[in-house]
């Protein structure tokens, strides 16, 4: 029944602590941080020059080498699991140094395609529309040209013209063989034939340069008007279409300057991170990068590939880039990120989280557990990163300490001050 009554007595104190912690912190002058932070040093403060008046209670005392008193918390495993303090041990780990930097996700440069015609014309079929996934090749509208069947004629005039001059030369080499004709009527009709095959070559590489393959300009023959006309407009690239600007009808420009189709293929996209003038000498080429979306949701990691080597003038910066596998289609362009780089990583004797820190009398402490109980010990700390910090002295490897919910000890701690500096306006 006693230890009962003991458990209970302890978790009231423990809990009035809080209370008061949170009390004084409201009657401040409205600052968040301030209000707490004040009152809870003045009350431990007032606890520290309390505490030699209460020798006779015994309970959490203790002595340092110079005589001076030490105050000590002791709380026991059932009250450690209640408010969920966790008791670690001392030991070294890697301290990895991170730096934040903003960003954007876009397109792939070499994965996104403006489609526009190479000849004017009308428009007579639309065939697919925003949002469709297309194959490279895919047609994606149908238009009529005048200038498209005036370049196919003049393919076939040509190719008719070849096919004439071929003739006349064989005959009349014949008729030389035969002493007939003239070596000059001879040579002047290989030259009609070597004009007539340069005048055929042109014309098709007009037409190559209008977007038909050769398969497609040896199908013209015996094609009649219409097909003539007739201009495919389709996909360069797989991907997704993400514009569409015509409808049927409507007259298209050669290289308009609103593309008629654009597609993108995301399945692969950029992310690109302001680099600011603080961090040059961080960020390079080769780190790893954890790119977060902007509230919350989707993460992944990295590679830097390149940092471009010039600020941009509007905003003084430079620019990282990260590209990521997008095969599910989340990450999407004009999404804002922030991106973790990896700057540093290096080995240190004890690490600990930044959750087994507290402030006590305006120092840093963490609570060791000694024999006597949990003692706030000063440290002084090191690199911070990824909520963990080094330790460089006040903790030593092997040493048991309280890794989560330390501010219960804190309060704790002070509870004699905190009681007498509750009602305190």
């Not at 990260?322 to 973790?340: C, E, S, Y």
């Not at 004797?349 to 006597?372: G, K, M, R, W, Y």
Request: with cysteine; net charge negative.
């Amino acid at each position: 029944m006693a230890l009962i009554v003991d458990f209970l007595s302890k978790r009231f104190r423990l809990t009035t602590a809080l209370l008061a912690v949170v009390l004084i912190a409201g009657c401040g002058d409205g600052s968040p941080g301030s209000a707490a932070e004040g009152a809870g040093q003045d009350a431990l403060a007032a606890a520290h020059d309390a505490d030699a008046d209460h020798e006779e209670h015994g309970e959490g005392e203790a002595h340092d080498e110079h005589g001076h008193e030490e105050r000590v918390v002791r709380l026991s495993e059932e009250e450690l699991a209640e408010f969920g303090i966790e008791v670690r041990t001392a030991e070294g780990g890697a301290v990895t140094v991170t730096r934040q930097l903003p960003g954007e996700i876009v397109f792939d440069p070499d994965l996104i395609a403006r489609v526009t015609p190479r000849v004017p014309g009308v428009v007579q079929e639309v065939l697919k529309r925003t949002g469709d996934r297309v194959q490279q090749g895919a047609v994606l509208a149908v238009l009529a040209s005048r200038e498209l069947a005036q370049s196919k004629s003049d393919y076939l005039s040509a190719q008719a013209r070849l096919d004439l001059v071929q003739a006349t030369f064989e005959r009349k080499q014949r008729l030389a063989e035969q002493q007939i004709t003239s070596e000059a009527e001879v040579l002047e009709s290989r030259q009609a034939l070597r004009e007539a095959k340069l005048a055929l070559q042109l014309a098709e590489r007009e037409l190559q340069a209008l977007g038909l393959s050769r398969q497609q300009i040896g199908e013209l023959g015996g094609q009649d008007e219409a097909a003539l006309a007739r201009y495919e407009l389709t996909a360069p690239l797989e991907g997704t279409i993400i514009e569409r600007r015509l409808t049927r009808g409507e007259t298209i420009a050669a290289e308009a300057e609103q593309a008629p189709f654009i597609i993108a293929d995301t399945k692969t996209v950029w992310a690109q991170l302001t680099v600011y003038p603080r961090d040059f000498g961080a960020v390079h080429a080769g780190q790893t990068a954890t790119v977060i979306a902007d509230g919350g949701g989707s993460t992944t990691e990295g590679t830097i590939d390149y940092v471009t080597p010039q600020m941009r003038e509007a905003t003084r910066s430079a620019t990282a880039r990260v590209v990521l596998d997008n095969p599910d289609g989340r990450w999407r362009p004009g999404q804002f990120i922030t991106a973790l780089v990896q700057v540093d990583q290096a080995q240190a004797d004890v690490v600990i989280p930044e959750s087994a820190l507290q402030t006590v009398e305006q120092e840093l402490v963490v609570f060791v557990l000694t024999d006597e109980g949990f003692e706030p010990r000063p440290v002084r700390l090191g690199r911070r990163a990824e909520e963990k910090v080094e330790i460089e002295a006040g903790l030593r490897p092997g040493e048991r300490y309280a890794a989560t919910n330390t501010f219960t000890l804190k309060a704790e701690y002070g509870r004699d001050a905190l009681e007498g500096a509750g009602h305190v306006h």
